[in-house]
Each structure stands twice: as structure tokens, then as C-alpha cells.
């Protein structure tokens, strides 16, 4: 009897030090496998943050060139915040709030002086880029602009010759479709996530979205721009409910701001990019201003007085980009045509160019 | 006498195979290990971009500069050595000299006439010296100008296997005047 | 006799799983010592990395460049641009700093004659650096029509790991 009872705790006691040191090792090697997995994502994160912090680098330098990036299946998160920009007027260093992050690592890249152009999501596995020059009246930087592929860009035919000239420009590799306004309703999502609409001196109010656009997808994620170009005027909308509703405007200077406010999700981040480019721009008009001052202490007389910077526009293009403002974008339109026809006026009389 | 084989006998086989199992497994892991060190690329991204682009930049910043020998570039110079050398343009030689110590090198003789081919040589080559001063790690170098496999200026520093080369044609009325600019790796 | 068999199994079980657990130490050991310099080389590479793209960026910067009108002349640098650079990112370092990253930006003259170099832009410095030379022409508006000489460019990323 004994030595069954023996026999019996023998036995039991087996198993439970099998089970407890095999539970020991199973959990063991899960913790490992579940560390060695976050770890790996974060790697993945940090070398596609460094991959395409090269790209965007190398793709802001070129000029008018549209590239396809593949990427790793992860989602880009776009910030810039305007409220917390600076500009020369009050600091030496100005700059903004502005990252991309990968996914949800919190792995980030900070861009306080990066002017990039982007939804606020690109998921996909393709990452489209073009850059245009902005020459205001020299060449201050690229705007660069970024989309994917779950992005629709429909610019609103209502019989404007700008629309089409604006619809022709972009790069066909991006998700464009150019609607007559009387075809607005038949549009498909077609599987996209951001719905972009572009407006030519159009009434928004009577602008019905169709149904099934507003099924497919997040209202904050279909947005308008209704562009004015004889007040030189760039209005924005977003998606409220059932009808777009106005959310500001903002005057412009040249084209490629128009496509920053295309690419934009609404008006904040755009000014926040447009307030970067605007610090770009006076540091570089310091730059062209003190060069035509040696100009003119080294100028012959019939050059010189095409170098003072009150009479050139200069001066004026120093002081008006000190901050992005309506009113500083109106000043700035007169001061750069005075810029360019005393480029010209240098160049007909044989004198260094200004720029 | 027992008809049983000894049991030990097959325990010790299998414990051998089982050491000869783990054996091979480490010998493959070696294996993989030796591969992929052997793998390894002698030149990162770094390297790879500064060795490409400085003998073509080197090469490209001489075409365009202005000279003495009457405000004429680089090219309008090799060009004209390459069509009617020693050259129809007569250039008073520049006012420093590239060997202080060379006899030739006086000051009487930092006003002489030369004609372009010897011009343009004592410029190029003053260039190059200077480039390489300023790198500070003086490099070993090959210029050559050939015409229709005739060289016409040769000037080199030092020897070299792996070179890292940047061309760039002229074009005279005698065909194209290849430059050609060889740094070493 | 049963007991001592017992014990002889437990310690040869134990045994096992000491061996077990050394075998698994030095493995991890093995394997993190490899990660570890893997890390290395991965942040070796994106330094390298950010050198290049930083050198990129100051050969085509707009406040050195040189254009005519609309047109860029690449791999050149307009002489009174420079000096003008040189005075403005002293007011600037801060701004600089995050376009360049640590950086110290000279220039020198290599024809017709060979000068020192002068410094455009200094960033926060260390004692590890990455050098990048870039031969470029050297363009002087004055006088008209102006004049191209030789430059080369010396740009010092600064690392600090």
C-alpha cells in the first residue's frame, strides 16, 4: 500500500517540476521574441526615416522632377503647426513644429525648416515627390510635395482655362482625375482614403460631395481649394457634415503655392510651410541686398544706381518677409516685379546682374 | 554465454551521432559567418560618392577658368594647343613659378613668351599642386590631353593601380581633345 | 538503492538544464555582442549618410550659388554671395544649424592663386569629423562680364557619437 501511495506522489511530482520548468522557458522565450519584435520595428523605423530623410534631401535639390519611392508597408504621419511658428521679426532662429513620423514607433524626423507639402497620412506602398522652383523673383528654394497613393486630386472643370492649365502641370504619375462640375456626383472613391477637390472661381455653396465619397472615408480627410487668380487668392475648405464650409483664405504670390495648397490638408499646415519658405526667403534676400550693395561701392556709374536696395525692391523684399502675412504677400507682389525689371535693366546695360 | 547485444554499444552510436548532428550544424553556422564578413563591400556610400565625384569635379572647375594669357579660359587655351601645337596663342608666363628652386625659373624669365601648350601645361599642373596641398593628403594623380591618340600633355604624380578617372572631350577642328583626370583610390 | 536513483535522476535532470541554460547565456551573449556592433556600423552609416546629404545641400545652396537670372550654373560659387554669407550666418548659427546640422563651411582659392581657407559658416564642433572636398569655380561679378577662377570647397560634418 506504501508503495503505491509512494509511487503515486512520484509521479505527480514529476509532472508539475515539467510543468512549471517548461512554463518557465515558454515564457522565457516569448518575452525575448516579443523584445526582439518591437526592436525590430523600430529598426525597420529608424531605417526608413533615414532612407527617406536622404530622399527628401536629395529630391528638394532637383528642379522640376517627380520621383515613385517604394516603401516598406507603414503609414507617414505629416505635422506642421503654424501656431507654434517663428519668424525674423522676433528671433534669430526661427522655425516650426514640423515632423514625419513612421507608423506609431514614435520614431520621427523633425523638419523645423523642411518645407514639404504633404496629406497628413500617406499609407501605401508607394511615395510619389515633385519639386517646383520658387523663383519670387530669384530662386529662394524647391517646394517640395509629397502624396501616396490613396490620395485623389479632382480639379473641378467648370469652363476656367486655369483649371486646366493647373490639372495639365501635374505629374500624371499622381492620382488625378479632371471632373466637368456637372459630373461631380458620379464620382467614385475608387478605393482612396484623401479626396482633394480643386475650384476655380467657383460658387463652393452649391458644391454637393457625392454620397458614396462620403461613405469611404473620414470626413476630415476630403478638403477643398477654391482658387481666385485675378485676386491672386487661395481659399480653403474642409468637409463639415454635409457641406464644405470655409475654413480661411490666403493671397499668393506665383504657381507653385498654389500646389502647396493643393497637396495641404488645410490651411494651417500650408501656412506653416509657406511661413518656412517665407524664412528661407529673407535670409536670402540679405544676402542678394548686401551683394548689391558691394555691387554698387564697385559699380561704374551708369550701373550704380541699379544696386541701391531702396530703388530695386530690395529693401522692401527684406521687410516683407520678416512674417508671413496677407498683408506682406500684397506688398511683396509690386517689390518683385521692381526687383525684375532692374534685373533687366542691368543685364541691357551690361552691369553685373543683380541676381 | 549471453545472446543480448550490449546496450551501451548503440547508446554510445547514438550519443555520437548526436555530437556529429551538433558538429555540422556549428561547421554551417561558420560557414555563413565567413560568408557574409567575406561579403562586405570595400567601399561604403561615402567613399563611393566622394571618389566618384571629386576627379570629375576637379576636372570640370578648370574648363571654364579664366587664365592670364589674355582673359582666355582653360579650353579656348587646350584648344588652341590642340589644333596648331605648340600652340598659336603666345602667353607671357605667369608671375610665380612651380619649382622656385628649377634654374629656369628666374625672375628674368617670369615675363617670357610662351606659346599655349607650354602655358597651359605650368597651369594645369599648378592647379593640380594646389588642389592637393589643400586636401592635404596628396594624392597621386595622371592628366593627360590626347588628340587622336597623340598626347599632347602628360603630367603626373606618383604611381597608382586603382585609379578613380574623370573624362571630359574638347572639341577642336582636329577632332575631339580628350582630358582625362585620374586620381588614385 | 531506490532513493540514491532517484537522486541520480534529479541531478542528472537538474544537470541538464544547467548546461541548458549556459549554452542558452552564451548564445545571447554571442548574439548581443553582434547586434551591438551591427548598431555601430548602423549609425556609422547614417552619419556617413547625413555628411553626404549635407554636402549636397551646400552645393546647391541658393545664398552661394551662382545663377544669372534664371539659370544655375552647378559646382560654382559667386564670390560676393559668399562674402555676404559669411557676415549673415554669423546672425544666424542657430537657423544654420538646423539646414546643416554641425557643420564649419570654408572655401579656398586654388588658381590663379592659392589662399588659406576662409570660413563661411561654423556650426557646434566635436572632436570626430567627416571631411568632404568639392573642387568648384569661383565666379567675381566685377567687373562685367566677370571672371570664373578655381575654389574648392571644405565642408566638416561634426559627429557626435
Known amino acids: 500500500m ?12 514529476n509532472w508539475i517540476f515539467v510543468l512549471i ?12 521574441i516579443s523584445n526582439q519584435k518591437d526592436s ?8 526608413i526615416r533615414t532612407e527617406l530623410s536622404s530622399v527628401f534631401s536629395g529630391a528638394s535639390l532637383s528642379q522640376d522632377r517627380n520621383l515613385e519611392i517604394d516603401l516598406p508597408k507603414s503609414t507617414l504621419h505629416f505635422t506642421c503647426d503654424f501656431a507654434t511658428c517663428t519668424d525674423f521679426s522676433t528671433s534669430n532662429n526661427p522655425n516650426c513644429y514640423s515632423q514625419y513620423e513612421i507608423g506609431e514607433t514614435g520614431i520621427n524626423e523633425q523638419t523645423p525648416t523642411e518645407i514639404l507639402f ?3 497620412d500617406i499609407s501605401g506602398q508607394k511615395l510619389f515627390t515633385w519639386t517646383l522652383p520658387w523663383n519670387v523673383p530669384f530662386f529662394v528654394t524647391n517646394f517640395l510635395y509629397i502624396s501616396g497613393t490613396t490620395t485623389k486630386f479632382i480639379f473641378v472643370d467648370n469652363g476656367q482655362s486655369e483649371i486646366l492649365s493647373l490639372y495639365n502641370k501635374f505629374p500624371e504619375r499622381l492620382n488625378k482625375e479632371l471632373v466637368p462640375i456637372n459630373l461631380i456626383s458620379e464620382l467614385q472613391p475608387e478605393g482612396n482614403k484623401n479626396f482633394k477637390f480643386i475650384f476655380v472661381n467657383n460658387e463652393i455653396s452649391e458644391i454637393d460631395i457625392p454620397e458614396q465619397i462620403i461613405s469611404s472615408t473620414e470626413s476630415y480627410n476630403i478638403n477643398a481649394i477654391n482658387i481666385k487668380p485675378s485676386l491672386k487668392q487661395i481659399d480653403f475648405y474642409y468637409f463639415d457634415e454635409e457641406k464644405l464650409d470655409f475654413s480661411g483664405s490666403i493671397s499668393y504670390l506665383s504657381e507653385p503655392e498654389i500646389y502647396g495648397a493643393i497637396f495641404s490638408n488645410n490651411l494651417d499646415f500650408y501656412n506653416c510651410n509657406m511661413q518656412k519658405a517665407y524664412n528661407r526667403y529673407h535670409l536670402i534676400a540679405r544676402v542678394i541686398a548686401e551683394r548689391s550693395t558691394y555691387l554698387y561701392n564697385n559699380a561704374d556709374i551708369e550701373c550704380k544706381s541699379i544696386y541701391s536696395e531702396n530703388i530695386n525692391g530690395l529693401a522692401a523684399i527684406k521687410s516683407a518677409t520678416l512674417s508671413f502675412t496677407n498683408q506682406n504677400i500684397n506688398l511683396l507682389g509690386s517689390s518683385i516685379s521692381t526687383l525684375g525689371y532692374a534685373n533687366q535693366a542691368a543685364q541691357e546695360k551690361s552691369c553685373p546682374l543683380i541676381y | 554465454m549471453s545472446n543480448k547485444k550490449p546496450n551501451h554499444h548503440k547508446k554510445a552510436q547514438t550519443e555520437i551521432l548526436g555530437l556529429a548532428i551538433i558538429v555540422v550544424f556549428i561547421a554551417i553556422g561558420m560557414l555563413f559567418v565567413i560568408k557574409f564578413s567575406l561579403n562586405k563591400s570595400d567601399e561604403g556610400p561615402r567613399e563611393q560618392f566622394i571618389n566618384s565625384e571629386l576627379a570629375s569635379n576637379i576636372l570640370n572647375s578648370m574648363i571654364d577658368t579664366h587664365t592670364s594669357c589674355r582673359n582666355l579660359d582653360f579650353s579656348a587655351l587646350l584648344k588652341d594647343c590642340a589644333e596648331n601645337n605648340p600652340g598659336k596663342i603666345r602667353c607671357t608666363k605667369s608671375s610665380y613659378c612651380v619649382n622656385p628652386n628649377d634654374s629656369s625659373c628666374s625672375i628674368n624669365n617670369q615675363n617670357q613668351q610662351v606659346y599655349s601648350c607650354e602655358f597651359i601645361t605650368d597651369e594645369i599642373n599648378q592647379t593640380l599642386i594646389n588642389f592637393m596641398s589643400l586636401m592635404g593628403n596628396n594624392r597621386n594623380y595622371l592628366f593627360t590631353a590626347t588628340l587622336a591618340e597623340e598626347e599632347i600633355i602628360s603630367l603626373a604624380n606618383g604611381e597608382c593601380t586603382v585609379w578613380e578617372s574623370a573624362y571630359q572631350p574638347l572639341p577642336t577642328y582636329k577632332g575631339a581633345l580628350n582630358l582625362r583626370f585620374q586620381m588614385c583610390k | 538503492m531506490k532513493n540514491k536513483k532517484a537522486q541520480m535522476k534529479m541531478g542528472e535532470t537538474i544537470a541538464v538544464l544547467v548546461v541548458f541554460f549556459m549554452l542558452l547565456f552564451f548564445g545571447l551573449m554571442f548574439y548581443s555582442k553582434i547586434q551591438s556592433n551591427q548598431i555601430k556600423e548602423t549609425v556609422q552609416e547614417i552619419e556617413e549618410k547625413a555628411s553626404i546629404d549635407v554636402a549636397q545641400k551646400i552645393q546647391f545652396l541658393p545664398e552661394l550659388k551662382c545663377t544669372s537670372a534664371d539659370v544655375t550654373r552647378s559646382l560654382c560659387i559667386d564670390f560676393l554671395k559668399a562674402k555676404s554669407f559669411a557676415n549673415i550666418s554669423k546672425d544666424n548659427t542657430a537657423y544654420y544649424q538646423s539646414v546643416f546640422g554641425s557643420t564649419k563651411i570654408e572655401y579656398a582659392e586654388v588658381y590663379p592663386l592659392l589662399t588659406n ?16 572636398f568639392i573642387p568648384v569655380s569661383l565666379f ?4 562685367y562680364p566677370g571672371r570664373y577662377k578655381i575654389g574648392l570647397l ?3 560634418y561634426y559627429t557626435f557619437t
Open chain 3, 140 to 143: 567675381n561679378p566685377i567687373p
Open chain 1, 21 to 32: 520548468a517548461g512554463a518557465a522557458i515558454l515564457i522565457f522565450f516569448i518575452v525575448l
Open chain 1, 40 to 47: 525590430a520595428e523600430s529598426n525597420m523605423a529608424i531605417t
Open chain 1, 2 to 13: 506504501e508503495k503505491r501511495k509512494r509511487g503515486a506522489i512520484d509521479v505527480s511530482f
Open chain 1, 118 to 120: 504633404a496629406p497628413f
Open chain 3, 154 to 156: 571644405k565642408i566638416k
Open chain 3, 117 to 132: 581657407y576662409t570660413l563661411l559658416y561654423e556650426g557646434p564642433s566635436s572632436n570626430n569629423y567627416l571631411t568632404t
